[in-house]
């Protein structure tokens, strides 16, 4: 069992190794809290990169995009994310000049998003799978935000425990 970072739980019909990549149009990366487990799961990471070659929709939504960063596809892809920006410095494969502030960002075949931005991410994806023309009717959300909205950054003492529990899970 997988379990998001709101709770969506989901049950994995194949695992990395059986899935033929040719038989899917997208990869969907759900954000979560702890996603340090994920950053260290060399299979993982090698999957993601193998995607660079593919013609395949990649999305990430929330801290996902670290993922992708992890596996060197955002290093000429602007992106967008629910990431502390201590992390930046913090982690030498996050790009921080491909980062923009913005709600959700698309370039080339990679979506990203902030978490609270589930719904345009939902329709970005719906749209750039071909499956609707146009879907501005299909959820509704704010669309206006100040750019102190889209940083996210954490206390000194609270990017230490942060960094403390990457290392002790090394």
Known sequence: MVVSEDGLSCQPT?????????????????????????????????????????DILIAA?????????????LN?????GGIWQNFFDYFEFLPRENFQPKVLVQDKQIITAIGFAHQEFARKVI?????????????????????????FTLS???????????ENSL
């Not at 749209?127 to 959300?141: H, I, P, S, V």
């Open 14 to 54: 194949k695992t990395l190794d059986q899935i033929r990549i040719e038989d899917y149009s997208c990869v969907i990366l759900p954000g979560m809290v702890n996603i340090v487990p994920a950053l260290q799961d060399e299979k993982l990471i090698s999957f993601l990169r193998s995607l660079s070659e593919q």
């Open 61 to 73: 939504i929330s801290s996902a995009p670290l993922l992708l960063a992890k596996a060197g596809l």
């Open 127 to 151: 749209f750039g799978l071909g499956l609707a023309e146009n879907t501005d009717n299909y959820f509704k959300e704010q669309n206006e935000y100040a750019e102190e909205d889209l940083i």
């Open 76 to 80: 000429d892809t602007k992106f967008t």
């Open 156 to 166: 000194d003492e609270e990017f230490n425990k942060v960094k403390q529990s990457i």
